[in-house]
């Protein structure tokens, strides 16, 4: 995504009833919404609350990609692998690879000339990203899968991805 305007304007596609859904949805007009998002008749771009409200509504990730990707991060998705079996981990490791095969075309295509050029290394990092959080996925899929247990020996797929996104980390003050 190039910038907010396009951010604003993908998680309003993705919701449904679009753009005067989402006016709707965060409780202004869409002629207010409008203004908003071309910065018309003196108003501002939206809040960073209304930015949050937006991906929230919308159920995408776009505005953390958004960032992510401003900052030279890398976004990844936290799997939901509550019935996880060792099938849909053959399948995310198929789909690992079909990524990284991806990634391997484009840089052998993109040096054809024996250069690459900046919208060349622009898509080879896109599908990079790609790759590496499809990666992500089967890891956190194997840790799921054959890491922790519960007492039942089932898998504990909730805590692996609460442990594996951070989020138990102690804070010290």
Do not use: W
């Amino acid at each position: 995504m190039l910038g907010l305007k396009s951010v604003v304007k993908a998680m309003c596609a993705a919701y449904p009833g679009g753009r005067s859904a989402m006016a709707g949805a965060l409780d202004m007009t869409e002629t207010r919404f409008n203004n908003n998002l071309y910065e018309k008749n003196g108003c501002r771009f939206f809040e960073i609350d209304e930015l949050i409200a937006m991906e929230d509504i919308s159920g995408t990730s776009y505005l953390a990609q958004y960032y992510a990707h401003r900052r030279g991060g890398l976004y990844v998705d936290i799997p939901q692998l509550d019935e996880l079996d060792q099938v849909e981990l053959f399948s995310k490791s198929v789909r690992t690879a079909a990524h990284r095969g991806q990634v391997d075309m484009i840089i052998q295509s993109s040096l054809a000339d024996g250069v690459i050029d900046e919208l060349e290394a622009e898509k080879i990092l896109d599908f990079h990203r790609q790759h590496l959080a499809a990666r992500d996925a089967e890891v956190r899929a194997v840790l799921a899968l054959f890491g922790k247990k519960s007492k039942a020996g089932k898998v504990d797929a909730p805590s692996v991805q609460l442990e594996a996104s951070g989020a138990l980390k102690t804070c010290v003050e």
